[in-house]
C-alpha cells in the first residue's frame, strides 16, 4: 500500500508569470512516451506482478521502491504545469472579472493546448504537449525481470533526453527546477536498473552511463541536488520495507563519473521534500465555483471541528 504526504518531492520556485504554452511544454514530462506517467505505470505494474517475490526480493524491492517515487514524480510536475497555468503565487483569489460577456479569457484561444483551460482549469492531465492521451500501451510487464530491468534502463534513459530537451524549451524557474530535479533523480534510477542487471547477468551496463550524456555539472538547476548528494541516494519510500535492495544499490559501489564522487547510499523513508503551492481561484471561469465564499466557509467549519 501506499502512504501519502503533504508535500512534494523537491521545493518549486513561484513561477514569475502566467504561462499556459509553458505548462504544455511541461506536459510532456506528465503524459509523454517518456514522461512519468509512463515510468509509474510500468513500475507499479511490474511490481504487483512480480513472480517470486521471496526468492528475488532485492529486485522486488528495488522496482517496488521506485514505483513509490514516481508516483511523487508525477505529483510534481502536475504541480509544475498547474503552477505556471496559473502563473505567480496570490495569497488571495482573483476578482470575479466583471462582465464575462466581454471575453475575459479571449486569449486563452491561442494556446497550444485548449482543452487544459477549457476541461481542466489550468490543471495537469495525464497527456502529452499536444493534448493527446497518456495510454496503458506505454506499459511493459512481462513477466522476465531481465527483459523488464532492461526496459526499465532504456526507458530512464530516454526520460533524461526527453527532460532535457523540454528544458532547453523553457525560461520560467518553476519549469527548468523541476526537469533539473527529476534529471538527477532519471540518473539514480537509470544507475539503479544497471546496477541491477550487472547483479542478474555479470554485464557493466553501467559503463554505458550516463546515456544520453548529459553533464549535469553545466545545468544551474542540478547543482544543488549534486552537491547535497542526491545522485548518490536511493530511497526506500517506506519506514521498514524494501531495505534488501541495499544489495544493488550499495556495496561500495560509486557514484556514475562526472558526478561529485562518493558511494551510493541507501535511504529509509523519502526526501524531505518541498510545500505544495496554492494555486489561486478564478470566479469568472468558475472555478473552484460559482460561489467559492460559501464553499470556503464550509470548509473553514471542517477544518475547525476537526482540530
Not at 55 to 73: C, D, N, Q, R, W
Not at 79 to 102: C, F, R, T
Not at 112 to 119: E, K, L, V
Not at 155 to 164: F, I, P, Q, W
Request: charged share 20%; hydrophobic share 40%.
Amino acid at each position: 500500500m501506499f502512504m501519502r504526504v503533504d508535500k512534494l518531492q523537491a521545493e518549486l520556485p513561484a513561477p514569475k508569470r502566467k504561462d499556459p504554452n509553458a505548462a504544455a511544454a511541461l506536459q510532456e514530462l506528465l503524459g509523454g512516451k517518456y514522461g512519468e506517467m509512463s515510468t509509474l505505470g510500468n513500475y507499479m505494474f511490474q511490481s504487483f506482478n512480480f513472480l517470486s517475490k521471496d526468492k528475488l526480493k532485492p529486485f522486488y524491492s528495488l522496482v517496488a521502491a521506485i514505483t513509490a517515487e514516481e508516483l511523487g514524480h508525477v505529483e510534481l510536475v502536475s504541480n509544475g504545469v498547474a503552477m505556471l497555468a496559473n502563473g505567480p503565487d496570490n495569497d488571495g483569489d482573483m476578482e470575479a472579472g466583471g462582465d464575462i460577456s466581454q471575453a475575459p479569457f479571449e486569449a486563452m484561444k491561442d494556446i497550444r493546448s485548449f482543452a487544459s483551460f477549457a476541461s481542466n482549469g489550468g490543471g495537469a492531465m495525464p497527456v502529452n504537449s499536444n493534448s493527446m492521451s497518456w495510454n496503458a500501451d506505454m506499459v511493459t510487464s512481462t513477466g522476465n525481470v531481465v527483459v523488464d530491468l532492461l526496459h526499465n534502463f532504456h526507458l530512464e534513459c530516454g526520460a533524461r533526453l526527453h527532460k532535457l530537451r523540454v528544458y532547453e524549451t523553457l525560461t520560467d524557474p518553476t519549469g527548468r527546477e523541476v526537469c533539473g530535479y527529476l534529471l538527477v533523480r532519471g540518473s539514480v534510477h537509470a544507475h539503479a536498473y544497471a546496477l541491477a542487471l550487472k547483479q542478474i547477468t555479470g554485464v557493466e551496463l553501467e559503463k554505458f552511463l550516463p546515456t544520453p550524456n548529459i553533464p549535469l555539472d553545466k545545468i544551474p538547476e542540478c547543482q544543488k541536488y549534486l552537491q547535497e548528494g542526491s545522485h548518490r541516494r536511493l530511497y526506500t519510500f517506506s519506514p521498514a520495507d524494501y531495505k534488501s535492495m541495499a544489495g544493488i544499490w550499495g556495496n561500495g559501489e560509486q557514484a556514475l563519473p562526472g558526478d561529485p564522487p562518493g558511494e551510493l547510499q541507501l535511504v529509509d523513508g523519502m526526501p524531505e521534500g518541498g510545500k505544495i503551492h496554492q494555486l489561486s481561484g478564478v470566479p469568472s471561469a468558475f472555478t473552484p465555483d460559482y460561489a467559492p465564499e460559501e464553499m470556503f466557509e464550509i470548509a473553514t467549519k471542517l477544518y475547525k471541528a476537526s482540530r
